[in-house]
């Protein structure tokens, strides 16, 4: 009988899920942000214990789960006609590239990190990030990136253009100083020492704790230097 009743209620607790989600829409997926991310989990976690507790009443999941509808459906119209409810509740999108450079006041406000930074630019298909004019970290956790203007997406137009077709040979920069500590590993890769380092840059070791990034293109012989400063260069998107 137990069996024939989790066979019940897994079905009926699948069956409701999937008509939350088709009244919440695709955003679960799509555009997922905190509040998404903290209804989808609860949502999950009732519909799991519905579908296997059988000692407590069915009908205390059903209302359990409707409110957790009612309550995204909510917050969702009340952002779309309060943008100050929607901007304490979600956050705003921050620039953390400005100009070409690393925003560290906005990127300390996003709570994340040069690496998470440098991963999800390469994600984007950025390797340089000479590369990228300025960068947004979205509320929904993503990164947005308007590129500089030679590495905008190419037209018809721009293939048309005399020598356009030349490819530039591919490189990966190292990072050879990342968060105000130096990556060994990436030295080592390039045959080159910590004093090498220090000289090329014109610092000594305490001043490595006043760069948040730092990059060598072997190619070129240059540096592309990030520092900490303690202002945001630009302030959040409205």
């Avoid at 296997?52 to 009612?70: D, K, S, V």
């Avoid at 909510?74 to 304490?88: D, E, M, N, Q, Y």
């Avoid at 956790?141 to 040979?169: H, Y």
């Amino acid at each position: 009988m137990d069996i024939v009743k989790i066979i019940i209620f897994g079905f009926a607790s699948f069956g409701y899920m999937f008509v939350i989600a088709k009244i919440l829409g695709k955003k679960q997926i799509a555009e997922l942000d905190f509040i998404d991310y903290v209804v989808g989990i609860s949502l999950g976690s009732i519909a799991a214990n519905w579908a296997t507790e059988l000692e407590t009443p069915w009908y205390f999941y059903f209302i359990g789960m409707t409110i957790f509808l009612l309550s995204d459906i909510t917050v969702t119209l009340l952002s779309r006609t309060l943008p100050f409810f929607k901007k304490t509740l979600q956050g705003s999108p921050l620039v953390v590239i400005h100009n070409g450079k690393l925003d560290y006041a906005n990127i300390k406000k996003a709570k994340i990190s040069v690496n998470d930074i440098l991963a999800m630019a390469r994600s984007s298909g950025y390797f340089n990030l000479r590369d990228i004019a300025y960068a947004v970290f979205e509320t929904n956790g993503r990164l947005s990136i308007l590129p500089v203007g030679m590495q905008k997406p190419t037209t018809i137009a721009d293939l048309m253009e005399k020598d356009a077709l030349k490819p530039n040979p591919p490189s990966i920069p190292a990072e050879v100083i990342i968060d105000g500590r130096i990556v060994e590993p990436s030295l080592e890769n390039l045959s080159k020492s910590t004093d090498w380092l220090l000289k090329k840059l014109e610092i000594n070791q305490d001043g490595v704790k006043d760069i948040l990034l730092a990059t060598y293109y072997e190619d070129d012989d240059e540096f592309d230097v990030h520092y900490k400063n303690k202002e945001p260069i630009a302030d959040s998107i409205k």
